[in-house]
T-cell receptor
Framework: SQTIHQWPATLVQPVGSPLSLECTVEGTSNPNLYWYRQAAGRGLQLLFYSVGIGQISSEVPQNLSASRPQDRQFILSSKKLLLSDSGFYLCAWGDSSQSVGGQETQYFGPGTRLLVL | AQSVTQPDIHITVSEGASLELRCNYSYGATPYLFWYVQSPGQGLQLLLKYFSGDTLVQGIKGFEAEFKRSQSSFNLRKPSVHWSDAAEYFC???????????FGAGTRLFVKA
């Protein structure tokens, strides 16, 4: 079966410091990968998605970037964190081979809570 | 453009009572609809999904949802709520390509003894 991992689970970082959050998927190949941010008490905001190695699409302009160095690895980064980067970051994968009419189901990791002070 | 509205920010029900969480969507073609549940500090877990066929969809944990095209709704129901159902519930609608799944703002469910 497929599993998705995220780490770290919790992170406290000072303003201006760099960031690297990692997401890996097991048990599938060539998944679509997603990074979402969830601000406190709010819904999910899609940040980035990737359909393959080195292919990244950004949904909103921001202080963050994403990379996909391997098929099942998705990394969210920042060179200098802002206070507004605080939130709950969720990675998700979708199996495009199981899609119906182009629509897939997304499965989420456990999330990383980031607090920027 | 597609959108999802969950009209209730939070709902409180008594344990053992029935539950209905509302979800309305806007999408020009046949929607693909999902319900997810999120416990505090956790990721989202898929409860059920509707792609086509029978408009009454059964999910995990005793949940079901009914797709009503005429009302643009996909409400989530459970006949008898357990204390462990307290969580936040998200409705989502997807379009073609899978990359534009849109999530509602969520409904937080509180269960009282």
């Amino acid at each position: 079966s497929q599993t998705i991992h995220q780490w770290p689970a919790t992170l406290v970082q000072p303003v201006g410091s760099p960031l690297s959050l990692e997401c890996t998927v097991e048990g599938t190949s060539n998944p679509n990968l997603y990074w979402y941010r969830q601000a406190a008490g709010r819904g999910l905001q899609l940040l980035f998605y990737s359909v393959g190695i080195g292919q990244i699409s950004s949904e909103v302009p921001q202080n963050l970037s994403a990379s996909r160095p391997q098929d099942r690895q998705f990394i969210l980064s920042s060179k200098k964190l802002l206070l507004s980067d605080s939130g709950f970051y969720l990675c998700a994968w979708g199996d495009s081979s199981q899609s119906v009419g182009g629509q897939e189901t997304q499965y989420f990791g456990p999330g990383t809570r980031l607090l920027v002070l | 453009a597609q959108s999802v509205t969950q009209p209730d920010i939070h709902i409180t029900v008594s344990e053992g009572a029935s539950l209905e969480l509302r979800c309305n969507y806007s999408y020009g073609a046949t929607p693909y609809l999902f319900w997810y549940v999120q416990s505090p500090g956790q990721g989202l877990q898929l409860l059920l999904k509707y792609f086509s066929g029978d408009t009454l969809v059964q999910g995990i944990k005793g949940f079901e949802a009914e797709f009503k095209r005429s009302q643009s709704s996909f409400n989530l129901r459970k006949p008898s709520v357990h204390w462990s159902d307290a969580a936040e519930y998200f409705c989502a609608v997807g379009g073609t390509g899978g990359f534009k799944t849109i999530f509602g703002a969520g409904t937080r469910l509180f269960v009282k003894a």
